[in-house]
């Protein structure tokens, strides 16, 4: 069968963005860089109620660390991971002395949000490049087709997951109020300096939605080139058919074209290079000539 150019080169660029988008959705969903919070090393802290507030740290989907050497809080404070960490909770604080606003349950369930789109785009996009190897091996334009819807849906959940996540920095920024760790109870000075920003991890989150789009655009249009080569191998097909009943006549029997026994041929054709082949005998009335 006749192969498209055009569709191998976006089937071998889809299939080598393939790992490369993996990898750096994996590593932004595995790091712990997505914000950073600098803390002036001048501050003066004024009571150790706000020491996990007051250091410098970064912060990721499951961890929220502090690599600086002036963090001696951490050898007395709980749950401490890896020594230097504290796990992020997305589950719902049990106790009943705090009443919890709206803003703060928005904020875990859009975390939660966060955490489970990131997780689908993981799994789905593994799925469309296990599709995509599939078409490297069975040139079928419904498996281009599939691995690039796949593709897209991971597009969209990866973009989903990340406008989750702005949405919870916001209510914690800007609405929530519960607790001395959310920044509109910090105080003046600290608010002052602590200079946020968003780091690599959140970056590479950005980068592999736009590597899983591109990918998704390459299959699909794959698929069309891989469906167009079937088409263009149809026609050539029938009008081969119609070339041998003109000059053939056709066998009644049968009710396809047959050849008379004074006539030679039809030849095999090659479907790459349109040369004839020598014919092969095994006995039907289509391929045996006496």
């Given at each position: 069968?006749?192969?498209?150019?055009?569709?191998?080169?976006?089937?071998?660029?889809?299939?080598?963005?393939?790992?490369?988008?993996?990898?750096?959705?994996?590593?932004?969903?595995?790091?712990d860089y997505w914000l950073e919070f600098k803390v002036d090393p001048g501050?003066?802290?004024?009571?150790?109620?706000?020491?996990?507030?007051?250091?410098?740290?970064?912060?990721?989907?499951?961890?929220?660390?502090?690599?600086?050497?002036?963090?001696?809080?951490?050898?007395?404070?709980?749950?401490?991971?890896?020594?230097?960490?504290?796990?992020?909770?997305?589950?719902?604080?049990?106790?009943?002395?705090?009443?919890?606003?709206?803003?703060?349950?928005?904020?875990?369930?859009?975390?939660?949000?966060?955490?489970?789109?990131?997780?689908?785009?993981?799994?789905?996009?593994?799925?469309?490049?296990?599709?995509?190897?599939?078409?490297?091996?069975?040139r079928r334009s419904k498996w281009a087709y599939i691995a690039g819807l796949?593709?897209?849906?991971?597009?969209?959940?990866?973009?989903?997951?990340?406008?989750?996540?702005?949405?919870?920095?916001?209510?914690?920024?800007?609405?929530?109020?519960?607790?001395?760790?959310?920044?509109?109870?910090?105080?003046?000075?600290?608010?002052?300096?602590?200079?946020?920003?968003?780091?690599?991890?959140?970056?590479?989150?950005?980068?592999?939605?736009?590597?899983?789009?591109?990918?998704a655009t390459f299959y699909s249009v794959a698929g069309c080139y891989i469906?167009?080569?079937?088409?263009?191998?149809?026609?050539?097909?029938?009008?081969?058919?119609?070339?041998?009943?003109?000059?053939?006549?056709?066998?009644?029997?049968?009710?396809?074209?047959?050849?008379?026994?004074?006539?030679?041929?039809?030849?095999?054709?090659?479907?790459?290079?349109?040369?004839?082949?020598?014919?092969?005998?095994?006995?039907?009335?289509?391929?045996?000539?006496?």
């Open positions: 069968m006749r192969t498209s150019t055009c569709g191998t080169v976006m089937l071998v660029c889809a299939t080598i963005l393939g790992p490369i988008t993996i990898v750096f959705l994996a590593v932004s969903f595995a790091t501050y003066t802290r004024l009571s150790t109620d706000d020491a996990r507030v007051s250091h410098t740290r970064h912060r990721g989907i499951f961890r929220e660390c502090y690599p600086g050497n002036d963090t001696a809080f951490l050898l007395t404070a709980k749950d401490v991971v890896d020594n230097y960490c504290f796990n992020i909770d997305y589950e719902v604080p049990e106790s009943s002395t705090i009443t919890l606003s709206t803003e703060f349950m928005a904020r875990i369930h859009l975390s939660r949000c966060f955490l489970a789109f990131y997780v689908v785009a993981l799994v789905v996009f593994l799925l469309a490049f296990i599709f995509g190897l599939v078409v490297c091996c069975w796949c593709a897209y849906i991971a597009a969209f959940a990866t973009a989903a997951a990340i406008a989750f996540f702005h949405g919870a920095e916001y209510l914690e920024r800007n609405k929530i109020e519960d607790t001395t760790e959310f920044y509109s109870k910090w105080t003046a000075g600290l608010q002052n300096a602590t200079t946020r920003s968003y780091g690599w991890s959140y970056v590479l989150g950005w980068v592999g939605m736009i590597l899983a789009a591109l990918s469906g167009g080569e079937r088409y263009d191998d149809k026609e050539y097909l029938d009008k081969r058919r119609e070339y041998m009943e003109t000059q053939m006549g056709p066998d009644y029997y049968y009710g396809r074209p047959y050849p008379q026994p004074a006539m030679i041929g039809p030849y095999v054709y090659d479907m790459e290079t349109r040369r004839q082949l020598p014919a092969i005998g095994y006995g039907d009335p289509y391929v045996s000539w006496s």
